[in-house]
Nanobody, 123 residues
Framework: QVQLVESGGALVQAGGSLRLSCAASGRTFSNYAVGWFRQTPGKEREFVAA????????YYADSVKGRFTISRDNAKNTVYLQMNSLKPEDTAVYYCAANFAPASMHAESYLYWGQGTQVTVSS
């Protein structure tokens, strides 16, 4: 069992930056790949970024590539999502998820999910 808690969501102006954190507790965190997903009302959960267990491989949705960076600190049991050049269309609830398997872009691959943190980007 892994428990995940997201933090760092806020209201920010377009062009601004935020750093989201996903803190994990429970099992050995370095055994889990982690993904970030986001969701807006009435839409399906959308893949944002993912990172492998040791952090050697990262994956991004085309919509965030070049603006967002995923990283992890296994000593702190935390995964980060640095978001730069934010746009109004980045507004969503952001979720982190953990997967005892290779990193994936598919939400159904992840077993453990946090409760989400709201990111709102004003124009």
């Amino acid at each position: 069992q892994v428990q995940l808690v997201e933090s760092g969501g806020a209201l920010v102006q377009a062009g601004g930056s935020l750093r989201l954190s996903c803190a994990a507790s429970g099992r050995t965190f370095s055994n889990y790949a982690v993904g970030w997903f986001r969701q807006t009302p009435g839409k399906e959960r959308e893949f944002v970024a993912a990172i492998s267990r040791r952090g050697s491989s990262t994956y991004y949705a085309d919509s965030v590539k070049g603006r967002f960076t995923i990283s992890r600190d296994n000593a702190k049991n935390t995964v980060y999502l640095q978001m730069n050049s934010l746009k109004p269309e980045d507004t969503a609830v952001y979720y982190c998820a953990a997967n005892f398997a290779p990193a994936s872009m598919h939400a159904e691959s992840y077993l453990y999910w946090g409760q989400g943190t709201q990111v709102t980007v004003s124009s």
